[in-house]
Nanobody, 115 residues
Framework: QVQLVESGGGLVQAGGSLRLSCAASGIIFRLNAMAWYRQAPGKQREFVASITSDGSTNYADSVNGRFTISRDNAKNTVYLQMNSLKAEDTALYYC?????????WGQGTLVTVSS
């Protein structure tokens, strides 16, 4: 059974930082690409960042240079370091992977940035 459990969200002032974590189980983590998505109130879910099994990364233009995705295969965990946060970064952040041909999602962790 695949499980993705996010943590680390919270309330932060604009310009501040947060680090999100996603602990994965039920998959061979080191072989899986992992990603972060977010969904703001009233908007569609959007891509934030991804990391392949060999560590290559990709970012949405809106977060490039401010967010950093990383992974620790020994801990089966993927991270999202978010710096210089803006009010428009407020959203529910989801961890994602594809396993057995299906997209898998966590329950999300809420990030609220006050201006």
């Amino acid at each position: 059974q695949v499980q993705l459990v996010e943590s680390g969200g919270g309330l932060v002032q604009a310009g501040g930082s947060l680090r999100l974590s996603c602990a994965a189980s039920g998959i061979i983590f080191r072989l899986n690409a992992m990603a972060w998505y977010r969904q703001a109130p009233g908007k569609q879910r959007e891509f934030v960042a991804s990391i392949t099994s060999d560590g290559s990364t990709n970012y949405a233009d809106s977060v490039n240079g401010r967010f950093t995705i990383s992974r620790d295969n020994a801990k089966n965990t993927v991270y999202l370091q978010m710096n210089s946060l803006k009010a428009e970064d407020t959203a529910l952040y989801y961890c994602n992977t594809k396993y057995m041909y299906l997209q898998r999602w966590g329950q999300g962790t809420l990030v609220t940035v006050s201006s």
